[in-house]
């Protein structure tokens, strides 16, 4: 069965998108979990951020839930 895995990208847009802070939370057995998870972290993530620093970076969360590859044996 595929597997994902959900990460949290904290993003700049004040100028060239830029991306860093990659947060690795968990591994869901489905993509609609890990999207679900995924929006929830954002919005917990952002509210931990000072609202001046997000105003002036222009900062956001993008998710990532990308797909793990199972190795066959």
């Given amino acids: 069965m595929t597997k994902f895995i959900l990460i949290l990208h904290l993003c700049s847009f004040s100028g060239d998108p830029i991306c860093f802070d990659d947060q690795y939370v968990a591994e869901f057995e489905d993509h609609y979990s890990c999207v679900k ?22 900062l956001a969360i993008r998710i990532e839930c990308k797909e793990l590859k199972e190795e066959k044996i």
């Fill in 37 to 58: 998870v995924g929006y929830v972290k954002a919005y917990e993530s952002l509210n931990s951020l000072e609202i001046k620093e997000i105003n002036q970076r222009k």
